[in-house]
């Protein structure tokens, strides 16, 4: 009892926070792949996470939605294997495939048991190497696209999200859904299938992830087989967007009785010096759960909202600083100005070093529990790797953090945050909102 | 739980005494506090992190009639002040420690909940404890925070069509029960909420005798257990805790049918909801047949209605089943069709019950059961990759009529089930005589 107490104690006034013990190793298989992994034979699965960059922004010009498609296509049969047939196979192992499209890459997420793991990566290789793409799957899913596309469209957060990125992007593949449109998506064929297929899966832009029961002797070869008949290259990435964002508002009418706003201006991309001293002040400005100060100035104080957050958006090709908050019709618009204001002051004054101290040990405390679970520290290395960050990068991380200074902060609030490059939109029936440009 | 059986079992349970451990099984350790409090150990020592969590058997089907929300309302307003925190303290000092915390509100229960590292955990519960009773609300909180739940209901239900279908759907469903209102409220309820109301449902449930700690992670049982009789145990217990006595539903003896327009829909769809017994404590093997029957039926694309409705005959685009057992009252059975574009609402609707009844005639395939009972002693194993999640799986359970060991029981008793067992539910559950049936659609569809 008095330990432990003394030992919380301790952890208090020190704040060390805690240490996730991560122990990544890198596998190279004989042919040639790389993957981190971390060991963990407690219990007899592994996760597996593969990633290939470019994802969706690889689309074909006037194929808008086919990446996003063909991946949906990728569970749907494969090898002399049905839908049906592939859906029993999965299910005969209690294995677990999944496979998403997004801007920046195309993930697929694996877990299977130990005493099946040969017939998991066989069925798992079958799907990515040589899905079929049969013409009555495509003809189904298609379908299943184009209803989620339909929603999207009476939607307001999907409204507010594709007006948003079509005001942002200018004419790069990040300013139009990776869904694509109803147009695009009906107008797709089995070869645009095939033909993102070869753009998408390619050694040159793969990131393997492996955690569970299994040692770096097996995973080697398990790479191989699974994927050592990839093609060398796959499409050229599509090259940094031009950010287009002006600042103003834009409404976009829809009858609903709260109103939803996306806002957002330039941002910073995970590279920049810069980006640990951005991601503290984002903590204090809107990050946090109820302590931020747009939490606490839109919420708590004056009860416009649910939620507002605001969030740094680091994508390959682009990087945005973006926000969010729904409101009711007539109290919107208060809202959006409480908005403006608290990014007006923080750019004006920063932080304060109490908000600094509390937003550094938020971060630095939080980062050992993302490592919560085979699947998650998979897609952890995965993304580090994506970065380019190295191998012992977990150790090292909190002490960047820990390094950002109140002047720092206060450097990065005034250079970063552009209280007039700030445009919102908003969809509903907002009161005394309009828009500052033509959408 | 019938209402019958559930005084029987609370007045069994107050005789009882307790071992100390009452049961240590796959690393869940269970034992009670003098004053009544339970308490669940999940031990996971893989990583630094504990999940802290105080559950209240008290949710929105025990609110008074008049103030439905508050349930859900008094959950936002324990994160005010306390004797000793001030608005808000208690999440800024877990966001200080580098911890997340929130709380959730549902039919049966209210649960507050702290995810940090683990050498934070007295910390949490010294928090955590003082709340229980100490709350200090000013008129300014409820005015303030009566906006945020109205905002709140906007967001969840009012701008979506899904969900304002969804509440028309269980309104309907349930006659005489408590189930029929929504967790969030009806609107013009919440609007009227206030301070009586808040510290009337507070007063009558917040009480050590009316909760369950379920701490997970990088913990030791006899740690928790020193610090939870610290905290936790020198609270009093209400000697007057109401008993937890619901008005229930009479048999349904007539086809409910609802239609639900709207022009923010954009994918029309049909529901539908049969009443259904619930996982019962000692008496679980109906509900593990409905478990397995929603998975037969409608769980996924080997299922019977996917295979027929989306491979064989195309008429959805999507087809599903559902069924969770987990509730202290009456559950529902459900099954949701999507059409394909230029099916209408009733040949969709027509196809799915042709389906249900060919079903009913053609029983279950031998080998989809095997593989969906592979599947389940699979997930066993995947699961304990996830020990917050088995946390969850307790606290849902004990605050809804279940005990630990019927939470233990319940993989095997999903193994035991047979065929025979699975179409037995179905011939029970799929009457469509004593279903509800609704229709979401955009205006201006006219109905055939």
Not at chain 2, 171 to 190: D, K
């Amino acid at each position: 009892m008095t330990r432990l107490f003394a030992a919380v104690m301790l952890a208090l006034v020190s704040t060390l926070p805690a240490r996730a013990e991560i122990e990544i190793q890198e596998v190279v298989s004989p042919g040639g792949i790389t993957a981190w992994l971390v060991e963990e034979p407690s219990i007899p699965f592994m996760a597996l996470e593969l990633r290939f960059r470019g994802g969706a922004s690889l689309d074909a010009p006037g194929k808008r939605g086919a990446i996003n498609l063909m991946t949906g296509l990728l569970e749907e049969g494969a090898g002399d294997l049905d839908s049906r047939a592939f859906a029993r196979e999965i299910e005969s192992l209690a294995a677990s495939f999944s496979y998403d499209a997004s801007d920046d890459s195309v993930s697929v997420s694996a877990r299977f048991l130990s005493e099946n793991r040969p017939e998991a990566v066989a069925l798992l290789r079958a799907s990515i190497i040589e899905p079929s793409f049969e013409q009555v799957a495509l003809d189904r899913v298609r379908e299943q696209v184009l209803s989620g596309l339909r929603s999207d469209a009476k939607d307001p957060d999907e409204i507010a999200r594709a007006a948003f990125d079509a005001m942002a992007y200018g004419d790069h593949p990040y300013a139009t859904p990776y869904e694509g449109t109803i147009e695009s998506v009906t107008a797709l064929t089995r070869d645009d299938m095939l033909a993102a297929h070869r753009a998408v899966f390619a050694k040159d832009r793969l990131y393997v992830g492996a955690v569970g029961d299994i040692t770096p002797e097996e995973l080697g070869p398990l790479l191989d087989a699974l994927l050592g008949a990839l093609p060398e290259e796959g499409a050229p990435q599509p090259g940094p967007a031009n950010i287009t964002i002006e600042g103003g508002t834009t409404v976009i009418p829809f009858d609903t009785p709260q109103s939803v706003a996306i806002f957002g201006q330039p941002g910073i991309a995970q590279e920049d010096p810069d980006f640990f001293a951005a991601r503290v002040l984002n903590q204090v400005l809107g990050a946090g759960g109820f302590e931020s100060r747009l939490m606490t100035e839109v919420r708590e104080k004056r009860g416009l909202t649910y939620g507002v957050y605001s969030f740094l958006v680091p994508n390959d090709h682009a990087a945005t600083y973006q926000g969010q908050v729904a409101s009711a019709n007539d109290r919107i618009a208060e809202a959006v100005s409480v908005i403006r204001g608290e990014w007006a002051r923080a750019a004006a004054e920063g932080v304060t070093q109490a908000e600094l101290d509390a937003a550094k040990t938020y971060v630095t405390g939080a980062y050992p529990l993302r490592f919560d679970g085979n699947g998650p520290i998979a897609r952890i290395m995965v993304g580090m790797q994506m970065l380019g960050l190295p191998i012992d990068y977990i150790a090292t991380r909190n002490e960047k953090v820990e390094a950002v200074t109140l002047q720092d902060v206060r450097r990065v609030a005034g250079e970063l945050l552009d209280p007039e490059g700030l445009h919102f939109v908003v969809v509903g029936q907002p009161v005394g909102l309009e828009s500052t440009v033509a959408n | 739980m019938n209402r019958f059986r559930a005084a029987l079992f609370g007045l069994a349970a107050s005789f009882v005494a307790f071992p100390l451990f009452a049961a240590t099984k796959d690393g869940v350790t269970a034992f009670v506090l003098d004053n009544g409090m339970e308490v669940v150990v999940v031990e996971d020592n893989r990583a630094p992190v504990v999940q802290h969590m105080v559950w209240y058997k008290a949710g929105s089907a025990d609110e008074p009639k008049g103030s439905s929300g508050v349930a859900h309302f008094l959950e936002h307003l324990l994160f005010k002040a306390t004797d000793t925190l001030a608005d808000g303290e208690l999440s800024a000092t877990v966001a200080a420690n580098g911890g997340r915390d929130n709380a959730f509100t549902s039919y049966d229960y209210t649960a507050y909940f702290q995810r940090v590292a683990a050498d934070r955990l007295e910390l949490m519960m010294r928090m955590e404890a003082d709340r229980m009773r100490n709350i200090r609300l000013t008129e300014q909180n409820i005015a303030t925070e009566r906006n945020v739940i109205l905002e709140e209901r906007n967001q969840r239900t009012d701008s979506n069509p899904a969900a304002l279908f969804s509440e028309q759907m269980r309104a309907t469903q349930y006659l005489n029960h408590r189930y029929a209102v929504p967790i969030i409220g009806w609107r013009h309820e919440m609007e009227t909420l206030d301070m009586a109301d808040a510290i009337g449902f507070y007063d009558t449930y917040y009480y050590p005798n009316n909760a369950i700690l379920i701490v997970s992670g990088d913990v030791d049982p006899d740690e928790v257990k020193a610090l939870a009789e610290k905290y936790y145990g020198v609270i009093p217990a209400n000697p007057d805790l109401p008993e937890r006595l619901r008005t229930e539903e009479p048999p349904q003896t007539a086809e409910r049918r609802l239609i639900f327009r709207d022009a923010r829909v954009a994918q029309p769809y049909v529901s539908r909801s049969y009443l259904a017994p619930e996982r019962d404590s000692g008496d679980q093997e109906m509900a593990a047949a409905l478990t397995l029957l929603a998975d037969v039926l409608g769980g996924g694309t080997t299922s019977y209605l996917t295979e027929k409705l989306q491979f064989d005959t195309q008429k959805a685009v999507y087809s599903a089943s559902f069924y969770r057992g987990i509730s202290l009252d009456d559950a529902t059975f459900n099954v949701v069709v999507v059409p394909t574009p230029g099916v209408s609402l009733q040949e969709v609707e027509d196809a799915m019950d042709a389906t249900i009844s060919q079903f009913l005639e053609d029983g279950v395939d031998e080998e989809q059961l095997e593989r969906i009972k592979y599947q389940l002693r699979a997930s066993e194993t995947y699961a304990r990759d996830n020990v917050d999640r088995i946390a969850n799986r307790y606290g849902r359970a004990l605050t809804s009529g279940l005990t630990v060991g019927d939470v233990q029981a319940w993989p095997d008793i999903l193994q035991a089930v047979t065929a025979d067992d699975i179409m037995a539910a179905a011939r029970m559950v799929l009457n469509r005589d004593a279903s509800v049936t609704g229709w979401l659609m955009r205006n201006e569809e006219v109905t055939q």
